[in-house]
């Protein structure tokens, strides 16, 4: 005895392979974007970390000069080349405050959704602290390059 088949069976052979045709362009881009702002958030951690590092190095006058402070700040990151670092003062007695400011060109890691990201991306990290020493560097308001 031979059973029957259930009716549109022999209607659906092929739309399981149609329906992942159509999703997985948006599952690909899902992914894409996933890597793409973790990629986008670590970089805006090495910035915000160089900005703490250099004001902590700017509060105890770390070599006394600015380049000293800005060569240890970029060495201290890894951002690797294309960062801007500012210093800025209000006084250079102890308890003035100090500013450092770190910003970098962000930058996407494949290239695909450059689109949904503002051009140009800029990565900016702004810290005060008071001084500690006495500073001897020089503020730089035009910024150093990495």
Sequence with gaps: M?????????E???AALIEFAILMPFLVLLLIGIVEFAWLFSQNLDVRHGAREGARLAA???GGT???????TCSRMDIGSGATITLGRSGAAV???ASVSVSKPGQTLTGF???????????TSNVEIRLEQAATWAPNPGG???
Excluded: H, M, Q, Y
């Design 60 to 62: 105890v006058n770390f």
């Design 95 to 97: 308890g003035g405050e």
């Design 113 to 123: 959704i450059d689109w949904a990201f503002p051009s140009p991306l800029n990565l």
């Design 66 to 72: 600015t380049n000293a402070i800005v060569t240890e």
């Design 12 to 14: 659906e052979k092929g």
């Design 2 to 10: 031979r059973l029957p088949r259930p009716a549109g069976r022999a």
């Design 144 to 146: 150093t390059s990495c």
